[in-house]
């Protein structure tokens, strides 16, 4: 007689939930190291061993039954539970230390200058830092948290703590060629320059230009970066007209490196502090405090 409450075997069900999420058999395969056909076998045996199809054919691709959706989202979960407690299990000696992830232009510009201020106002955290480059992880894997540039929609399964409204405008050096007369020009003269510009932030010129009344059509992008953080030296080095959060530029105009004639606009965009839902850390809260304050 067949125990209703026996599981099917473990990979049967990794298999399952591979192939459910990302529909396709081919990237569950690749997902899991395994071959189509090892993937293929452990879905019929599901299937046999649960007596219903879980999914049926979408185009070239496959999608769950609604028997599928039910096994799907409690795998989803059963496995998201495993992946956090293994994950807790493997690194017990930075149980102390508080992961943080962010891009390294962040983290050059504006996290590391603040480090010390950090350390006086909150001597009870620890962090650990970590750059990250592209985007992050559905369950940011070996962060307790993401700080951000980014707006709606979010990553699913991601709990956002927003801490400021993003800020952007450009700035260019007093040594750039031209850069008195060009300060004292209305906004629309920047469509007259060959405009700095990033891989990692190419909405960042068209917003702008939309959000001060001006064709982003009209825009010249001259030379072009992978990281916001060069874009800013290569502004500070005077070879052009950059664009850039306010915060990671507040400095340098304080100290003359940079200026900004046409000051900042509001974007739909925020700073957000990201960690994955169901991880409740109580210094979760207290380092998004400190943040907004930082960024009032």
Known sequence: ?????????????RAFEAAARLRSVSLAAAELHV???AVSRQLRMLEEELGLPLFERDGRGIRPTSAGNRLLEATSSAFSQLRDCVASLRRPQRSEAFVLGCPGSLLARWVIPRLQDLQRDLPGLTLHLAAQEGDFTPRLEGMDAALLLGQAPWPTGWQVHSLA???????????LAGAHALARQPAEAVLQH????????????PTWATLNGLDPTQL?????FEHLYYLLEAAVAGLGVGI???PLVADDLVNGRLVAPWGFVDTEGCWA?????????????QLADWLRRQLA
């Open 1 to 13: 007689m067949k125990d209703d409450h026996a599981l099917p075997s473990l990979n049967a069900l």
């Open 35 to 37: 071959t189509h056909g």
């Open 165 to 175: 409204t993003e800020r952007i405008g450009p700035v260019f050096s007093p040594s």
């Open 194 to 205: 060959a405009l700095l510009h990033t891989r990692s932030r190419p909405q960042a010129w």
């Open 220 to 224: 010249q992008l001259g030379t072009g």
């Open 244 to 246: 850039a959060p306010e």
């Open 273 to 285: 502090l990201c960690t994955a839902s169901g991880r409740n850390d109580p210094r979760m809260l």
